[in-house]
Structures are given as structure tokens and as C-alpha cells.
Nanobody
Framework: QVQLVESGGGLVQAGGSLRLSCAAS????????MGWFRQAPGQERDFVAA???????YYADFVKGRFTISRDNAKDTVYLEMNSLKPEDPAVYYC???????????????????????WGQGTQVTVSS
């Protein structure tokens, strides 16, 4: 059984930075796609960023230029570097992974939560103004 464990959330001032990590365990091969979503209270889970096994990256418009997703395939770990955090960024951030092959276009499929097979428990990000 695959487990995804996030870390790195916390409280930061507006304009500050945080780095989230998500370590996957339980498989002997790397995930086809790893992604980050976020969910604020009372809202739907929104796509933030995703990265394929060969390093192609995809971002939601509202984080382009501020957030960077990266991965270490040897460790099956994905990172989300978040800079210039805004008051609208607070949410629980979830890591997700897909291990099944993906047929067809990666984009915009990666924005759909149902594409992913496994989810982490989430890590809270809070931004103070």
C-alpha cells in the first residue's frame, strides 16, 4: 500500500516562503505523476501543480511565478517551493500520486483529482497579513 506523507506546512507572513515535502513509500518504482492540491475551508480541492516522472511541470495560473514543484525520483519525493505567499494562499495542501500509466495528454488531465490514485493526509499552510 502506498503512503504519502507531507511535511513543511506552518505559519508564515505574507510575502514569505515555505517548502512542502511529500515522501512516497510502498512502491519499488516512481510515480508517473505527482501533484499538489489545496483546499480552503468550505471550498473545493483545487489543483496547484504537478510534475511527471521525466520532469515536465504544470501549474495553476494563480501560482505561476511564485511556486515551484520538483521531485527526487530516487527518493520518490516531491517538493513544493512556495514564495511570495499571499493572504489567499492559506489552505490544507495535499500531495497526490498516480502510478498507473497515463494515456493521452497530460494537460489538462493533471488538474483532475480523480486522476490520482493516492493522497496524503494534508499539511496546513497559514499566511498572516
Amino acid at each position: 500500500q502506498v503512503q504519502l506523507v507531507e511535511s513543511g506546512g506552518g505559519l508564515v507572513q505574507a510575502g514569505g516562503s515555505l517548502r512542502l515535502s511529500c515522501a512516497a513509500s510502498g512502491r519499488t518504482f516512481s510515480a508517473v505523476i505527482m501533484g499538489w492540491f489545496r483546499q480552503a475551508p468550505g471550498q473545493e480541492r483545487d489543483f496547484v501543480a504537478a510534475i511527471t516522472g521525466n520532469g515536465n511541470t504544470y501549474y495553476a495560473d494563480f501560482v505561476k511565478g511564485r511556486f515551484t514543484i520538483s521531485r527526487d525520483n530516487a527518493k520518490d519525493t516531491v517538493y513544493l517551493e512556495m514564495n511570495s505567499l499571499k493572504p489567499e494562499d492559506p489552505a490544507v495542501y495535499y500531495c497526490a500520486a498516480r502510478y498507473q500509466p497515463l494515456f493521452g495528454s497530460v494537460w489538462p488531465s493533471v488538474v483532475r483529482p480523480e486522476l490520482y490514485d493516492y493522497w496524503g493526509q494534508g499539511t496546513q499552510v497559514t499566511v498572516s497579513s
